[in-house]
């Protein structure tokens, strides 16, 4: 399916149907559309008006009606994308139209996806709004290589952060954060943060060994995905040489030690299954 990145002009309307029109923000998940919830599928079924994130796979966007308005919003960092008080508007006149409408996002749609401004700029101009969780790729990603976010032994909490700040705001205190991750035995899930690795690996190691074990997984539960799994101190360095961009969440902590565990797993079991039949014969 060929999509557009982005739109800045409004698509065409139908006739004002009154008031009667509804919003849900529903979140996507990471890509793979077997990892919709079955209430995001309903949503994205019964839809009039779907408003698209650029990180929606086109196999989700398949599930909706034959006769809904589709418009692609893209919103991608570091690109050209569809300003957000354009997207809002968008929104607030397909209701006021009468339309069902679903804006779709990537992940979840309160995790690192603008929901909360949403919500807010919706309830401020008196329409309800409904949203539907979505897994986010950072809970994806590491679970696709077959490692936990949370372990009793290696990580009492995980943090989501962003590594990528609005104009103006001064970020993220890598710091401060690669202490607490130290002493709080914290798992850190770093979205947005390819094109700023080196400042984030020369940061964090100011409070975290260089021997942290790091995974980067780009295009989380998609066919396309890929991943490096390396150290704090090889962050950077790992992103450039195995071409490694966005979208990519980067996963730190000792967590990720379960990737390799995973991994011998898989070969064990591999080897059992290509055994068994020379056993069989020999009994």
Not at 71 to 89: D, H, L, N
Not at 165 to 182: C, M, S, V
Not at 227 to 240: C, D, M, N, R, W
């Amino acid at each position: 399916m060929s999509r557009p990145t982005h739109t800045n002009t409004l698509p065409p309307s139908k006739p004002h149907l009154g008031t009667g029109g509804s919003c849900t923000l529903v979140g996507a998940g990471p890509g793979d559309p077997e990892l919709l919830t079955i209430k995001a599928l309903k949503a994205i079924q019964a839809a009039t008006v779907l408003l698209v994130d650029d990180l929606v796979s086109d196999a989700i966007v398949a599930h909706a009606s034959p006769t809904a308005r589709i418009v692609y919003v893209g919103k991608r960092g570091g690109c050209k994308s569809t300003p957000q008080a354009f997207i809002e508007k968008l929104m607030l006149m397909a209701v006021n139209e009468g339309e069902n409408v679903v804006r779709l996002k990537g992940g979840d749609p309160f995790i690192f996806g603008r929901g909360g401004e949403e919500v807010e700029h919706l309830r401020a101009a008196g329409v309800p709004v409904t949203v539907i969780n979505g897994i986010t790729a950072g809970l994806a990603g590491l679970t696709s290589l077959g490692a936990p976010l949370t372990h009793r032994e290696h990580a009492h909490g995980v943090v989501f952060v962003t590594g990528h700040a609005k104009p103006g705001d001064a970020g993220t205190d890598w710091r401060q954060l690669a202490a607490t991750a130290r002493d709080a035995k914290l798992t850190l899930v770093i979205y947005m943060g390819v094109s700023g690795a080196a400042t984030i690996e020369q940061e964090l190691l100011t409070g975290l060994p260089a021997s942290t074990p790091v995974a980067i997984i780009q295009h989380a539960s998609l066919p396309q995905q890929r991943h490096a799994v390396t150290t704090l101190g090889a962050l950077h360095t790992t992103i450039t040489r195995d071409g490694l961009a966005s979208p990519s969440v980067i996963v730190v902590g000792d967590v990720v030690r379960g990737v390799a565990l995973a991994s011998q797993d898989a070969m064990h079991s591999t080897s059992e299954k290509s055994e068994a039949p020379r056993a069989r014969r020999a009994v």
